[in-house]
């Protein structure tokens, strides 16, 4: 398993996917937000869904990795249960959303549908209708972790929301 970092500060998130995906060599792509902590065994993790029959796409799983403050702990139940719920949508194949922190494709899906849109701010968003638009299966892959931080103060949380 080879990791790919491109670093791409002035054409936005999605051209620099664009850009990595086109570099890469592997079936699988698995992509993970720069600001997440990725345990040692979640690539093997996300590897072994697609095993599955049919399964094109996987969605991580994502924790708070700070529980110091009373947002933060509010913030850790939230994602808790968001994904506890993926849980079930897996099961009734009606995963919608391959967040940008924890996520993995085919490459040939992401070949087939023409790759992150540059021009959409929520390219993940995106690319997620247009997988599940075109009927393909998508999991989750509950055991593929990562950690993220959570905002820190009611403020962080406003900016967080609205990015």
Same mark, same amino acid.
């Given at each position: /398993?080879?990791?790919l970092? +491109? *670093?791409?500060?002035?054409?936005?998130?999605?051209? !620099?996917? %664009?850009?990595?995906? !086109?570099?890469?060599?592997g079936?699988?792509? +698995?992509? @993970?937000?720069?600001?997440?902590?990725?345990?040692p065994?979640? $690539?093997? %993790?996300?590897?072994?869904?697609? *095993?599955?029959? #049919?399964? /094109?796409a996987?969605?991580?799983?994502v924790?708070?990795? #700070?529980? #110091?403050?009373? +947002?933060? +702990?509010?913030?850790?139940?939230?994602?808790?249960?968001?994904f506890?719920?993926?849980?079930?949508?897996? @099961? $009734? %194949?009606?995963?919608?959303? @391959? =967040? =940008? !922190? !924890?996520?993995?494709?085919?490459?040939?899906?992401?070949?087939?549908? =023409?790759?992150?849109?540059?021009? %959409?701010i929520?390219? &993940?968003i995106e690319?997620?209708f247009?997988?599940?638009?075109? =009927? /393909?299966?998508?999991?989750?892959?509950? &055991?593929a972790?990562?950690?993220?931080?959570?905002?820190? &103060?009611?403020?962080g949380?406003i900016?967080?929301?609205?990015?």
């Amino acid at each position: /398993m080879k990791i790919l970092c +491109i *670093e791409e500060r002035t054409q936005g998130k999605g051209h !620099a996917l %664009n850009k990595g995906i !086109a570099q890469a060599k592997g079936d699988i792509i +698995i992509s @993970i937000d720069a600001d997440c902590f990725v345990p040692p065994s979640t $690539m093997e %993790n996300f590897v072994k869904y697609f *095993e599955l029959p #049919n399964v /094109m796409a996987a969605v991580g799983n994502v924790k708070i990795g #700070n529980t #110091n403050s009373l +947002i933060e +702990i509010v913030q850790y139940l939230e994602f808790l249960f968001s994904f506890y719920f993926k849980k079930c949508d897996s @099961i $009734m %194949n009606s995963i919608y959303i @391959i =967040g =940008g !922190a !924890a996520g993995a494709f085919r490459k040939e899906v992401f070949e087939k549908l =023409g790759g992150y849109d540059v021009k %959409n701010i929520t390219e &993940d968003i995106e690319l997620s209708f247009r997988i599940q638009h075109a =009927g /393909m299966k998508i999991v989750y892959a509950e &055991d593929a972790i990562v950690y993220t931080e959570g905002a820190t &103060d009611f403020k962080g949380l406003i900016k967080q929301r609205l990015r």
